[in-house]
């Protein structure tokens, strides 16, 4: 089959090149306290990283970040068309300094029903409602990515989370201690390896909106590595 790529691809034998994707995710909240928040997933939590979450209530939204400190699976459902789905559940630990803004989207929230968890006195702050109806809510966080090759117009990568035909997906290379390349990744394959048994998945990435600098950059890099391979 003809090649009809406009751009050469390089393949990275020599050099590591490593980059992060921002990953959003929609996910169902169970129930919300000032303290944290227990939410259903698609898929497992990294117990102690980071994630951003973004509640959004009508035109009011807000952003708080908090620690994974729990999660498990929580049930498989098998789909009409054979295929088996999962869902985890999880539990967030808010980080500190954030109590006001997490009461004032949850005091602004009157149409929803909730039924308040009784507690003691000395516990107020960690007060939790379980929602009858959903809070939109999404779930960000960054993962990993290592590049197998690379061109002006895209590139194949490798991660340990598969993502969906023709999403775009925020990313960024690191192609030296000082510069820094950002653009959008759209995924047109994914297929998943296995190294020493552990799941991975090969994705062929689209790149855009890269900057005229960002271009420049990683022209450089490919052309400076095209050289080294020769």
């Not at 939204?61 to 869902?87: F, P, Q, Y």
């Not at 602004?108 to 968890?117: A, D, N, P, T």
């Not at 394959?189 to 991975?200: E, F, H, N």
Request: glycine share 6%; hydrophobic share 40%; charged share 25%.
């Amino acid at each position: 089959m003809q090649n009809t790529r406009l751009h050469k691809r390089i393949k990275l034998d020599i050099v590591e090149l490593d980059g992060k994707m921002s990953l959003i995710d929609d996910v169902e909240i169970l129930d919300i306290s000032l303290g944290g928040v227990s939410l259903k997933v698609d898929r497992g939590l990294n117990i102690g990283k980071e994630y951003l979450i973004t509640l959004v209530e009508e035109s009011k939204s807000i952003d708080v970040k908090g620690i994974a400190v729990h999660s498990a699976l929580r049930e498989t459902e098998e789909w009409t068309n054979g295929e088996r789905v999962t869902s985890h559940t999880a539990r967030i630990k808010f980080k500190d300094g954030q109590t006001a803004k997490i009461a004032g989207i949850l005091n602004s929230i009157q149409q929803l029903r909730k039924e308040e968890v009784p507690v003691t006195a000395d516990r107020r702050l960690h007060v939790r409602f379980h929602f009858t109806i959903p809070l939109d809510t999404l779930l960000s966080h960054t993962a990993q990515l290592r590049v197998k090759k690379i061109g002006l117009s895209g590139m194949l990568i490798q991660s340990e989370q598969a993502l969906a035909i023709n999403s775009l997906i925020p990313m960024a290379l690191s192609l030296n201690a000082d510069d820094r390349v950002n653009f959008s990744g759209r995924i047109v394959t994914c297929q998943m390896s296995k190294d020493d048994g552990r799941a991975l998945y090969e994705m062929g990435v689209e790149l855009s909106d890269l900057t005229d600098k960002g271009r420049t950059l990683l022209k450089t890099f490919i052309d400076d590595l095209a050289v080294t391979c020769t």
